[in-house]
């Protein structure tokens, strides 16, 4: 907010009330023009259908990470799905991941990282994990491999495929 205000505006009551403002617009419309990728739900049926099991970790607020996974893709995928929450470091910080791995009782080495940022990869090596990049998000294939993804995927098909390794 601080970067978006004009600089004589900066002062923390108004960044407080911008803020507050952005959280209710952002909550209210965030799923006017959103859906999931093609092949998304049906790559998670047959991840799931094949014991591969699932999280969500994101840097929106947790009521509304679990809010908007639970609107499009039900309860039956994800094992945890979890925001951004008190007292935990945002990604990049390995702290939320490791969190989740040690919730799951995963094996690090059999765990996967997918993602669609550069900060989506430096959280995966913040936890020691390899990254798959889903070029079809957020940044290109170029800024994903220069980010350092060990795996990069078109589709839901391809990342699927990547998965099952």
Not at 22 to 48: S, V
């Amino acid at each position: 907010m601080e970067r978006l205000a004009p600089a004589d505006q900066r002062t923390p009551a108004v960044l407080e009330a911008a803020l507050a403002d952005f959280k209710r617009d952002y909550g209210q419309h965030l799923r006017d023009t959103t859906a999931p990728y093609p092949g998304i739900p049906e790559m998670l049926a047959k991840l799931k259908a094949n014991g591969v099991q699932l999280a969500v970790f994101s840097n929106k607020a947790d009521a509304l990470a679990k809010e908007v996974v639970k609107d499009y893709f039900g309860t039956q995928y994800f094992t945890i799905v979890r925001g951004q929450m008190t007292g935990v470091a945002p990604k990049p910080a390995a702290e939320g991941t490791n969190a989740l791995l040690q919730a799951l009782h995963a094996d690090p080495a059999s765990t996967l990282y997918v993602g669609d940022s550069n900060v989506d990869v430096e959280t995966a090596h913040n936890a020691n994990l390899p990254c798959c990049g889903a070029v079809w998000g957020f940044r290109t294939r170029e800024e994903l491999n220069a980010a350092g993804a060990e795996y990069l995927a078109e589709n839901s098909d391809e990342l699927y495929d990547v998965i099952m390794k």
